[in-house]
């Protein structure tokens, strides 16, 4: 088995312009959370307390393990409608 | 059905061109359609436009599945949403929820219940243009009468 895998993590509204991230591909380690993959490429950036995540474009947790070909995005409180 | 637009769109034209292509007209007893329009004003400012940003394949996902399970909760004979994206000027429709049914309660409940559904957990986000500069929407209104 692989010792890493490869995951698209997208951030969208005032996430992507605060953390000036949009649209990435990276490798990580094997049985990495969402909430690690967040330090892993903002490693002095706090959490926002308020913070959304999916995985695959379904809801998810911060503490769910991602897998080989995921796609993850964070972003804040939704205001639609 | 499930449409996001780039473009201005007339909801109640939407609205009956959809319902005129359907097998189950003739069955329809309720109709209830929320119609959400972009005003001029938030939280004491003056606002001249907005941005609406969304997750095009979860946006699209969440709404489908919303439509499915509301269809079948309700027994709604059909649902409609249609939501807008992209740079809006006020008075312009941003979403049409439209509901039919065979009686009026699942018409009317199922409308309100999307509508929520939708406000609260639908990947969309607003950003106002002010007279001076931008801010995101940080929070919808919460529903006073929460089902």
Redesign the interface.
Known sequence: MSETITVRV?F???FREQFGLSDETLSVANNTTIRQLFKLLLPDAEIPDRILV?RN???SDLGQVISDGDEI?Y??????? | MVILLQETFDPWQQMQHYQSQQDWQNSVGATAVFVGTMRDFNEGDSVSGMLIEHYPEMTAAYLEALVTTSIEQYQLLDCLIIHRTGSIKPADAIVLVACWSAHRAAAFDASRAVMEKLKSEAPLWKKETLLQGSRWVEKNTPDANAF
Do not use: I, L
């Open positions: 997208r969208f509204a005032s999916a474009q379904e809801y995005a972003f804040p409180p939704v205001t639609g409608g």
